[in-house]
């Protein structure tokens, strides 16, 4: 395949993750080509370069002067989940915070209840029309979580989901086992039961059935503190789980500290993380995963303090946080919008953010997240003179062909 007359290629090449003023080199290239062969990029450059590819290489799309970036990753998501949460809206727009919502019965044990009752089979089939939704906005890779079972049999079919629908559906799927989500209502009187189920019982089975990649612990106040998450990840660190945090999201608790401290892959969130928190996830090259629509969404008045992470040498990656109750959006060019609004990110830093520092979050930044030479042939085409515009112009669809391994999964913003 070539890809020629491409009047804004973003490769996001270079060395990675990119940091403090790299994060701002996107690798344009003005009037660019890409030629891939057999899922894999053979050749990047700019003018008419392609065409000692011709007549062998016949499949030729022609851009148009249009935007082509890395397929999109989405490094933080629960996608897999049964139901709906609309009625939280209400108590939201009076005022009730999310930890008052979690309380009363509703946030993540609302969805479990619903998730518990949800079978494998139709829990795929909700899973799969927002993986489609995803992909038809340019996202070619994610990371899904499990965490809306909170007992041995629902996460299990969480992550078997994951499994099936990675080897069905074009999006890769990493997965991460998220027991610590909350502490289920069977166990609200016993925590240290719940974390001994969690270590002794789910822990094992899972490294031993390769089910997931990572482990994360949901670190803030009123639902597990960093002794308690410090000891949930060591467990899965132990059973060779690849340790990630949810972290700081409404108060600080010292969970960017710990993600440090333990030489977390990621810490996410991230809201209310202290100067000391990034320090040490700067000395420690955790990467920040940074969830601005869950920001927005909540209505937290406040986002996290980017800057101040890219300025301390911080790789930041960016994420929908797609979920039921908190971020339910497929798009990640939704979240480019609030990054670049309520972060202040500049549209080169955003699209490294979500290409080649994603893949640095989930450990596939040798595989995916630029467009260069042996790399996976994941693209997307814009309808979009630069990034500027795709930014500029928010609230829409831009997509007009996504690309994964080499061969055309979305034309003309529709599944093919």
Known sequence: MIIKNIGCLVTCAGDFPKLKDNLKDAGIIENGYIVTKNEIIIDVGHGDGYKKYLPEDDFVIDAEGKTVTPGLIDSHTHVVYAGSREFELPLKLNNMNYIDILNAGGGILSTVENTRKASEYELELETK?????????????????????????????????????????????????????AVPKEYKTDRNGYMDFIIKEVIPYIAENNLATFIDCFCENGV??????????????????????????????????????????????????TDAGIKAMAENKVCAVLLPTTSFYLMLNKFAPARKMIEAGVPVALATDCNPGTSPTESLQSTMTFACFGLKLLPEEIINAMTINAAYAIGMEDEIGSIEVNKKADLVIFDAKNINYLLYHFGINAVNKVIKNGSIVVENGKLV
């Open 129 to 181: 029309k927002r993986l489609d939704l995803m992909l038809s906005h340019g996202t070619t890779t994610i990371e899904s979580k499990s965490g809306y079972g909170l007992d041995f049999d629902t996460e299990i079919k969480m992550l078997k989901v994951n499994q099936n629908l990675n080897t069905k559906h074009p999006i890769d799927i990493v997965s991460t086992y998220l027991g610590a989500h």
């Open 224 to 273: 597990f503190d960093t002794n308690e998450a410090s000891k949930i990840l060591l467990a899965g660190k132990k059973a060779g789980l690849k340790i990630k945090i949810h972290a700081d999201e409404i108060e600080s608790v010292g969970g960017a500290e710990l993600a440090g401290k333990l030489n977390a892959t990621s810490a996410e969130h991230l809201v209310a993380a």
